[in-house]
């Protein structure tokens, strides 16, 4: 039973001495393994480091679009087919059906109008969203710079305005101002005064150069519609991972149908209304595939060269191992074993110095990025553990895998030629 056991780990037993054999420091080995343990070690932090600045900004980008226009918006079929803001009726069936459906988390309402905001010295066209008591404030919250989020009503108005910091910026205005707004309807022009209560600022452009938000009553009002009516509902779900199905069943329970003035209703995703943004993160997934690629070749080509060199080395001791009765096979996995060694090593070094790097920038923000250009002002870094896992296993199985075919170079090696090798 001893000799079994000692005969099946023979190769893990010799690739240890080896490992742990300091010897001879001018021997050619010692350099060529510690560049494949950097080697590997590099390439698996850049693998880690690029998987989390990826999934980080994906998911950035993703809350700040999902924060202006939520999960899944209802709206009227005439909205999206002709452009032209059409209401629907949110009464308490419509909401009750909303909220029996299964994975919704919260439903709000909204109302889009147009108006222009006018200074002593400027002016600007830009959309006006009216939400009402219901709505989830958190986003705003967090991206507010200046001022206070303002008392939302769907009842009455209180001509306070929540502003971007792009319109600010470009209309000279802060929290406390005062600016007029013109709103033009067939001819007829109408003027409100408004309070700047706040000034957020997300960095994404097409939502900060032009939106503004107010309370659900002021925009009804504007639009000559009636309490109950609404441009639509905004609905967020509780997984994100599951609104295709959830969206299925807005599609069998709202979609096609008529809300309770006659008016027919649709459904559309977060991927539907922004599908360039969606796809353009979308495109970010080849990238770091590329990469993964690169790195894996990287680290598999530093492993393939310093077991090249090792084996050269190490010709003697395979000479002697072939006279003493070890096959070819067994002395390919004490090299194969010995090569696990030096890629774990590089597999820890490589986690020591990616997920360090992540924490900093998680902790720090160390890392800054034009928001102009890449709609966050620091590199966003998000820890994925399981994928960080998957990404050593796989590591080391390939390179492990591609060092198969080099270590058939010791069938070549024969007992008597190799006592004459120097």
């Known amino acids: 039973m001893i ?69 899944i918006q209802i709206h009227n079929v005439m909205t999206y087919s002709g452009g032209t803001q059409h209401p629907i009726c949110v009464d308490d069936s419509l909401t009750k059906a909303i909220n029996g459906i299964e994975g919704v988390a919260n439903a709000q309402r909204f109302t889009m109008t147009q108006g222009i905001l006018k200074t002593d010295d400027d002016f600007l066209g830009v959309m006006f969203k009216g939400i009402g008591p219901e709505y989830n404030t958190s986003f705003l919250k967090t991206h507010l710079i200046e001022g206070e989020i303002p008392q939302f009503s769907d009842s009455t108005s209180h001509y306070q305005l929540l502003i971007s910091q792009m319109i600010a910026d470009k209309l000279r205005l802060k929290a406390g101002d005062k600016v007029y707004a013109y709103f033009i309807d067939e001819g007829d022009v109408r003027t409100r005064r408004y309070t700047i209560c706040g000034i957020y600022q997300t960095n994404m452009t097409r939502f900060d150069e032009n939106l503004c938000i107010t309370d659900l009553y002021t925009a009804n009002k504007l639009n000559g ?45 977060i991927y539907e209304l922004y599908p360039q943004v969606f796809s353009w993160l979308e495109l970010l ?62 597999l820890l070094w490589g986690n ?11 902790y720090t923000g160390i890392i800054h990025l034009d928001p102009r250009t890449y709609y966050v002002s ?45």
């Open 378 to 422: 620091e590199a966003p870094m998000e820890l994925n553990l399981t994928l960080i896992a998957l990404i050593n296993v796989t590591t080391l199985l390939i390179c492990v895998f591609v060092l198969i075919a080099p270590s058939y170079l010791i069938s070549h090696i024969h007992p008597a030629k190799s006592m004459r090798y120097e």
């Open 225 to 269: 519609w009636q309490k109950k009516q609404a441009t639509g509902v905004e609905v967020n779900v509780k997984d994100f991972e599951h609104l295709a199905d959830i969206e299925e069943r807005f599609i069998i329970r709202i979609n096609r149908t008529s809300d309770s003035e006659g008016n027919i209703m649709t459904t559309e995703t």
């Open 285 to 346: 997934d080849i990238n770091v595939w590329i990469i993964l690629v690169l790195m894996v070749c990287v680290a598999g080509f530093t492993m393939i060269s310093g077991l090249l060199i090792i084996i050269l080395e190490r010709t003697q001791m395979i000479g002697t191992l072939k006279a003493l009765g070890a096959r070819n096979k067994t002395i390919r996995k004490t090299f194969l074993w010995f090569s696990v060694f030096i890629i774990s090593q590089g």
């Open 3 to 71: 000799y079994q056991y000692w005969k099946l780990n023979l190769p893990l037993f010799i690739a240890r001495k080896i490992y742990s054999d300091q010897g001879d420091k001018r021997k050619v080995s010692r350099p060529a393994i510690r560049i494949a343990t950097v080697g590997v070690a590099i390439g698996l932090a850049v693998m880690i480091v690029t998987v989390s600045v990826v999934l980080g900004f994906k998911h950035s980008i993703r809350d700040k679009v999902v924060g202006f226009g939520s999960h």
């Open 352 to 362: 020591i110095v990616g997920i360090g790097i992540v924490l900093i920038q998680q």
